[in-house]
């Protein structure tokens, strides 16, 4: 039961446990050599720093930002289903309801994430060169605050808090299992559970595979719309080196989103005075043209 309440209330701790449990499982079981690699360290040092940021951004802000959405959801008074509306199904039932309501909005947030506008919030995530189970816990805190905004307007409603410890287990031990260097699909059952296959090709820095597998647990979404890559064993480069982000370095990695939306402004603004430019361009060759016949009429008439 300790066991479960500790699994159920993931903490810096127990992130950090289960994932150099999975390291050494993929080291002394699977002979991933690469996994103590200097490589591997480096990134691993830089996702631990991230996430010691993250945590500090979150006692100071993220907590009281949060508790304003809890107060903003409340105050659009959106209707609730009863909790006890859950009473007469099957408690593993509503558990896979849970599971798979929680990925169709991690889908949604995913693929919005994975637009020009959303990548810097997510960019983070995908800076790892060394994809593994740390790689679950590099996330941004703009994209962790986010993400939890929307399981507040999206979920709430729902109402099954009996099946919140169950979901954020499944969800956890899952996020690692498919960061991990694994070559296994799941044969017949690769659309209804993610594999760290289907995963790796998400974060491969090849542009075939850039905004696919969206899905964290459940591929059918993907198959659904639109957006499901799986062409078998991934060997391509992991992590976003090629759209600017560095894989290392902790403060250039916490400070992309804003160096990136500072670079988008400043190029719609440079678009924005070169539109303005070619109409007036055209504009003023307009009136030269309409302004020619009279010309030449007055010229005639001398």
Request: charged share 15%; with cysteine; aromatic share 14%.
């Amino acid at each position: 039961m300790e066991l479960i309440d500790w699994l159920a209330n993931p903490t810096w701790k127990s992130e950090i446990v289960l994932c150099f449990i999975a390291v050494f499982i993929l080291y002394f079981g699977f002979k991933k050599r690469s996994e103590l690699s200097r490589h591997a360290a480096e990134n691993t040092v830089a996702t631990l720093l991230v996430g010691g940021a993250n945590i500090f951004v979150a006692i100071y802000f993220l907590n009281d930002l949060n508790a304003l959405a809890q107060s903003a959801y409340k105050s659009l008074s959106i209707p609730t289903l009863d909790p006890e509306f859950w009473d007469t199904t099957p408690f593993w039932i509503v558990c896979l309801i849970g599971v798979a309501a929680k990925d169709f909005v991690d889908y949604w947030n995913h693929r919005l994430m994975h637009t020009k506008w959303g990548w810097p919030t997510h960019a983070a995530h995908h800076s790892d060169t060394h994809v593994n189970a740390f790689t679950a816990n590099r996330i941004h805190f703009l994209e962790a605050f986010l993400m939890t905004c929307s399981y507040i307007l999206l979920l709430t409603w729902l109402q099954m808090p009996y099946a919140i410890p169950v979901v954020i287990i499944f969800h956890t031990l899952h996020s690692k299992y498919v960061h991990m260097d694994l070559e296994f699909e799941h044969g017949p059952l690769k659309y209804l559970i993610a594999s760290p296959v289907y995963h790796r090709w998400h974060h491969a820095d090849v542009p075939e595979a850039y905004g696919k597998n969206l899905a964290n647990v459940m591929p059918i979404y993907d198959v659904m719309f639109g957006t499901y890559y799986n062409p078998g064993k991934c060997d391509a480069p992991m992590g976003a080196l090629k759209s600017g982000i560095a894989d290392k370095n902790p403060v250039l990695i916490l400070i992309y989103p804003f160096q990136e939306w500072a670079r988008l402004i400043r190029q719609a603004w440079s678009d924005h005075l070169q539109a303005k430019t070619e109409q007036c361009d055209r504009s003023a060759a307009a009136d030269d043209a309409s302004a020619a016949p009279q010309r030449a009429e007055r010229h005639s008439s001398v």
